[in-house]
């Protein structure tokens, strides 16, 4: 988790520097939107391979893997020469959205594998935590790093990031996923198959626990509705303060993610105190509580009520983050790794085509107007998920513990 929260840290710098470079080399702001529809369509394409990628392979070699395709690519960058800068950075949104997609869904389905079962929510929220303190701490680093040292220092610090994972990653002792599988396994799991077998896989996956099609489903109009929150936020921060626009929005994430970490703290403590992990219904009701604050935050509140509006997103995020890796990851083995690709292709469909519909909106509407609707969706959908999985609680004879 350390490894992974030092190359998080390099993920957020570069979401800063990258953007900023693109649109330095080339002076165009429509190069910014195509990069990050560049590095989200290969996410979306990642999503899709990653169940039939891992049933081939380890997670642990996949995770490995990654990281260091990623750091290469940044090294490719850095030495690319002014002529081919283009094609490096198109290069670049590929492979990190790619691997970046692989790596978590690789790591998500092999925890179960690392901890014991009874501390799957415990290390789902040790790796949260991780992530929202590099989040914090690579946004605030971002201008000060390319400010003093340049660009070319950032894409350094990044590849190294990756590379420290990378050994992290190399010194897991993972069962099963360090020493390969045994020969007649990898045999059969190397052999050719067809495509269209992914899908109805990643199918049977969702299947196999009631109410997780609608979850996956929620998930993605979630990630539609955060979309939504991070196209609108620099534009209200601008409207507040037109002279000094990126405070407010570097105040609201830092907040967000200190709300995060003190709700995973909390649910770290409630593991350990009941033995209990949240589970479905604390999913559906998080996003409630997530799309309802990030609506509040646009309300035009006093600063003060914005700053826990804020801290209450943030909880509500880290809620539904944990509640929802570790229902996927009751699944059974071989189908794990499936449910998760699809979902990381539901999220990463919703939030490319909620940003493309999103800055369109906001050249017409208010930002509370288009934030107010897109999480308004996703909390009808929410409640849809709550009364379904009610009633399947209901209809159970022996309703689960969590």
Known sequence: MTGYAISSYGTFLNMVALNLFVYETTGRALAMGLFMAVRLASGFVAGLAAGGLLARFTAKSVMLRTNIAQAAVMLLLVLAPDGLRTAALVAVSAVVGSCGTLFMVALRSSIPEMVAEERRSWANSLSITGRSLAMVAGFASAGVVVSLVGYTAAFVVDMATF???????????????????????????????????RVPVAMTALAAAPGLGLMVVLRGVDALGSS???????????????????????????????????AQQLIQRYGRRTGRSVGALGFGYGTCLMSGAFILAFAGFPLVATAVIALVAGAADGLTEVSYTSHLQTLPTGLRAHAFGLSATVENLGFGAGMILVAAALDHFSPLTVVGWSHGVALLVAAVFLVRVTGLRRAAPNPPAS
């Open 228 to 262: 939504s929150h991070n196209a609108a936020l620099p534009v209200y921060s601008s409207e507040l303060d037109a002279s000094r626009p990126a405070v407010f929005v570097s105040a609201f994430w830092c907040l967000w993610a200190l709300g995060n970490i003190v």
């Open 163 to 197: 590379a420290v994972c990378a050994a992290t990653v190399a010194l897991l002792p993972i069962p099963g996923g360090g020493k390969g599988k045994p020969e007649q396994e990898r045999e059969s799991a190397q052999a050719p198959r067809p495509a269209r077998r």
